[in-house]
């Protein structure tokens, strides 16, 4: 049986193929706190992909930010079962949507029609979109909702939430995820784009953007547009070692309590297996949380199993390069690995 350092990169390596462009990162993190990872293909042109490159994670967001809201919760900050119209009363949203609500896309909020917004984007990449822009473009049901209590994924909910947890905090999104979540957690890496200085240099994505064929880097075109439209939703930039840290410091009771996790985790409210900003994955049967995220150029998985204490994570910063459709089975096989190897 190879190592496995060896198996990962193998797997690593059969996932990704070899094109002329982008490549990926991929690491478990192992109950005892080793952390074994593996690249593949290039960071940017003529760099090859690094451990530490620092790559987009889009819609993870969402599990620090329902990590940040439960954080909150457990200091008294504000009660997930409150309306969000007590703390944002100029919504006008229906008084029985509450933050839980928020947290588990079953608020009835939807997004606009993706098509404006991507004609946003190609008019002004560089611009940069303010709370009050994401609750104009939001749909959000002011009496009578009909959709209440529906599972209906939706960036515009955590937008919203992003608005409660400013309004209860005193404080902007990026300073309270960092004082709450990323400092506890011990994360130095990580940071919300278009909202906070770039720590360290994120890798360029890769997509097509002329349609013919092949991937274009997305190396000097600006994201501020992007960033700042995902905000609360997706904008997180990090590594797979931090993703690992949060992972591990979220199931450890370092960020929230026992009690909060619990509800975190309660999947058991909905059919497709969403608690509060993170999914029961159910892999080959067992319970594994995690959730997956993209941007332009960029996708991110992550998975905890918390019965082996075992994280994986994945990125990559050329999706197009691969059929997302089989990430899966690769969080599968490195799940397999980590375990074959303890």
Request: aromatic fraction near 6%; charge should be negative.
């Amino acid at each position: 049986m190879p190592s496995l350092d060896v198996a990962l990169q193998q797997t690593l390596d059969d996932w990704f193929g070899t094109g002329d462009i982008g490549g990926a990162v991929a690491a478990i993190g192992l109950a005892d706190g080793t952390v074994h990872v593996a690249t593949t293909g290039e960071a940017a042109p003529g760099e090859p992909a690094q451990p530490s490159d620092t790559m987009r994670i889009g819609s993870i967001t969402k599990t620090f930010m329902a990590a940040l809201t439960l954080r909150l919760d457990d200091l008294g900050v504000l009660d997930i079962d409150d309306p969000v119209a007590a703390h944002l009363p100029d919504l006008g949203i229906d008084d029985t949507v509450t933050i839980r609500d928020l947290l588990a896309h079953t608020s009835g909020i939807a997004d606009p029609d993706p098509a404006e917004i991507i004609a946003l984007f190609r008019e002004d990449s560089g611009q940069q979109f303010e709370y009050q822009d994401l609750i104009a473009f939001a749909d959000i049901p002011t009496n009578n909702n009909p959709n209440a209590d529906e599972f209906a994924y939706a960036n515009s909910g955590y937008h919203v939430l992003g608005g409660v947890i400013e309004a209860a905090t005193g404080t902007d999104v990026a300073t309270a995820l960092r004082t709450h979540v990323l400092e506890p957690a011990g994360l130095t890496r990580t940071h919300l784009a278009g909202a906070e200085a770039v720590p360290t240099p994120i890798v360029p994505g890769n997509v097509d953007l002329d349609g013919d064929g092949h991937e274009d880097t997305l190396a000097g075109i600006p994201f501020l547009a992007v960033e700042t439209n995902m905000w609360a939703a997706g904008a997180l930039v990090s590594t797979a070692d931090d993703v690992i840290q949060f992972a591990r410091a979220l199931f450890a009771g370092t960020i929230i309590s026992d009690h909060a996790l619990a509800q975190m985790t309660d999947t058991s409210t909905t059919e497709h297996g969403h608690g509060l900003g993170i999914f029961d994955l159910r892999i080959d049967g067992q319970t594994v949380y995690g959730n997956s995220g993209g941007a332009p150029g960029f996708h991110a998985n992550f998975a905890h199993h918390p019965t082996h204490a075992t994280t994986i994570v994945v990125f990559t910063n050329c999706p197009s390069c691969v059929d997302n459709t089989d990430t899966w089975q690769l969080l599968v096989d490195l799940l397999t690995i980590a375990a074959d190897s303890a």
